[in-house]
């Protein structure tokens, strides 16, 4: 006799569950959403918001519609079936369901960071060609304090000590903290997201968690929705998750490093010569894509005034478009792997970048390199010089700069998205001027 398993209808997962929490990433990817009543949810009552909620800035301002060339009209928030999930964390048993946002005749918002993703993706499948993405994921965890004016402090762990130092890949550290890694492990399994590995990271009290390398979309849901629950999980045990680039002065700045490879259809790495087992052309081509692009795609990699600061002290958080084999000094980096995995991790993107953004920037530049037939230049070698047109823009006020002028963005993205990204960004860098820091008040208060 055979047994047949029959995947459970979304009303059976659903059964005793009073509300469903409906989100979506913003630009910043930041998650907005409705905490919707389960009952009409499944019986397919819709969920709508404005379209001004995908383009809200982390001040809560909102830039005017004009310049993205929208109205104040509504969106839909569709529910991806394979990301609903019951959340096991939360005190009430709820529901977490990862949107699409759709525009009201059922196409793809023109404004959603998800699809500029999916419209990149597509391109390479037009193709016949899959790209394949790992993030790597690192935050710094802090004891909380409900003033967020205070400086960050490390937690107290189970030894009944604060962790001093940098503690990189301690264990003792983390065991420390092990009823909060216990519960973010089984909140990962909940949301279906397979762990590479999790680790404490060069700076004090800063861990990474490794992704295992999949389909970019999928990719970026996980760790969107990854990082989602780790803010979640982190309050209950009276910490704070912070995915900041550079929370602490003096210490290393927090990455979301990005590998790619690229398949074809019978599942072959195309950037493997399957005669040779060496580099392909094509991988040449996208290196030189990475280069090329990427400078003027940075602000999609590092969204904040605060992203900048990653790259002033430079703990292997490069800036710069160099790249090499095995050398984390270079933003483009093509780890020692077997000619099958061959891959370049992109090491620019901070944790503080939107993943749908960052991954979408980074196969965006490399697909151009393909299509143009770009070169890539050498290697970069020891203790090697970066050329000025590898260098990387320093600050927020430059990258929108380039932006605005990015052949790419404007061939791969929506206008409509790129206008408005562009709008928050400059609201947002117009909100951080207008205030005064205390390291002004300390030196300028003399002069
Ligand atoms: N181990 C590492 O690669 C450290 C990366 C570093 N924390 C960064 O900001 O990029």
Not at 48 to 65: D, I, K, N, R, S
Not at 217 to 226: E, S, V
Not at 312 to 322: D, G, I, Q
């Amino acid at each position: 006799m055979t047994s047949l398993s029959v995947a459970p209808t979304l009303s059976e997962r659903l059964a005793g569950i009073a509300e469903v929490e409906c989100v979506i990433p913003d630009m910043n990817g930041i998650p907005r959403g409705k905490l919707v009543n389960a009952q009409p949810y499944l019986q397919g009552r819709r969920v709508q918001m404005a379209h001004g909620v995908l383009v809200q800035c982390l001040t809560g301002e909102y830039p005017e519609p004009r310049y993205y060339g929208y109205d104040d009209s509504d969106f839909i928030l569709h529910s991806i079936p394979e990301q609903v999930h019951v959340t096991p964390w939360t005190a009430q048993p709820r529901a977490l369901a990862l949107c699409e946002a759709l525009e009201m005749d059922g196409t793809p918002s023109r404004l959603s960071s998800r699809s500029m993703l999916q419209r990149v993706v597509e391109r390479y499948r037009s193709r016949g060609w899959f790209p394949k993405v790992a993030t790597e994921i690192e935050f710094y965890l802090f004891e909380h304090n409900p003033d967020v004016q205070q400086a960050f402090q490390a937690p107290v762990g189970l030894d009944g000590r604060r962790e001093v130092g940098n503690q990189a890949f301690a264990a003792g550290s983390a065991h420390a903290l092990q009823p909060f890694f216990t519960e973010l492990k089984e909140g990962m399994a909940a949301l279906g997201i397979p762990c590479e590995a999790v680790m404490h990271e060069m700076g004090l009290s800063q861990y990474e968690v490794n992704f295992i390398h999949d389909d970019p979309l999928l990719i970026a849901d996980q760790t969107f929705l990854f990082k989602f629950m780790l803010h979640e999980i982190a309050l209950k045990h009276g910490l704070i998750a912070v995915c900041m680039a550079k929370p602490l002065s003096k210490m290393p700045g927090s990455s979301m490093h990005i590998h790619q490879s690229v398949v074809d259809g019978q599942g072959q790495n195309i950037f493997t010569n399957p005669d040779t087992g060496e580099a392909s052309e094509l991988f040449a081509h996208y290196l030189g894509g990475l280069q090329a692009g990427l400078g003027d795609l940075i602000l999609l990699m590092a969204p904040n005034v605060n992203s900048y600061q990653r790259y002033c002290h430079v703990y292997a958080s490069p800036n710069n478009l160099c790249w090499s084999q095995d050398n984390r000094r270079t933003g483009l980096r093509v780890p020692s792997s077997d000619p099958a995995a061959r891959r370049v991790e992109n090491r620019v993107p901070g944790a503080d970048a939107n993943p749908y953004l960052a991954i979408a920037a980074t196969l965006a530049a490399g697909l151009h390199g393909i299509e143009r037939q770009l070169h890539p230049d050498l290697p970069a070698q020891g203790d090697f010089e970066v050329p000025d047109d590898l260098r990387l823009s320093c600050t927020l006020h430059r990258a929108i700069r380039r932006l605005q002028v990015s052949e790419v963005a404007r061939d791969f993205f929506t206008p409509e998205f790129i206008d408005g990204y562009l709008a928050c960004k400059q609201l947002e860098l117009e909100s951080f001027l207008d205030e005064i820091s205390p390291w002004e008040r300390r030196y300028l208060s003399q002069v």
